[in-house]
C-alpha cells in the first residue's frame, strides 16, 4: 500500500492510496522541498533547493542546483530510482526543475516537474 501524498482521505473516508509512479513523485517532491535540518529525527533530509531561490543566476548556480539535487535524490531514493537528465531554470524568482528518472522496481521511465518560488 502505497500512501497518496498529501495525506487525505479517498470518497470511502479511508487513507487514499496511489500508484506507486505516483507514490515516487511524491517522495521526490518533499525531498526537494525540506532543507536539511527541518526533520527532527533525519535531519541530512532534504535538497535545500529554497537556499538557490536568492543566489545569482549563471550556469555556475545551475550545475550547483543539479549537484544538489541529484546528491540528495541518489542518497535517499537511490534504492528506488535511477535519476537521469535534471534541468533547473532560473526564471525572475522563480527556479523551474525538471526532472527524469526511472523506477527500478518496474522499470518505468518518468519525469516530474516543479517550480519553486514566484508566489502561488
Do not use: W
Not at 536568492?54 to 531514493?77: K, N, V, W, Y
Amino acid at each position: 500500500m502505497q500512501i497518496d501524498f498529501p495525506y487525505h482521505f479517498d470518497g470511502r473516508e479511508r487513507t487514499s492510496e496511489t500508484s506507486e509512479e505516483d507514490h515516487i513523485r511524491d517522495l521526490i517532491e518533499q525531498l526537494l522541498f525540506t532543507n536539511p535540518g527541518e526533520r527532527v529525527n533525519r535531519p541530512d533530509f532534504g535538497a535545500g533547493i529554497y537556499q538557490l531561490l536568492f543566489a545569482p543566476a549563471s550556469t555556475e548556480q545551475a550545475a550547483t542546483t543539479e549537484f544538489m539535487i541529484r546528491g540528495a535524490l541518489q542518497q535517499h531514493l537511490g534504492q528506488r530510482i535511477v535519476v537521469g537528465d535534471i534541468t533547473a531554470q532560473a526564471v525572475d524568482a522563480t527556479i523551474h526543475l525538471t526532472i527524469a528518472y526511472q523506477i527500478l522496481r518496474s522499470g518505468a521511465s518518468s519525469s516530474a516537474s516543479f517550480k519553486v518560488g514566484g508566489g502561488p
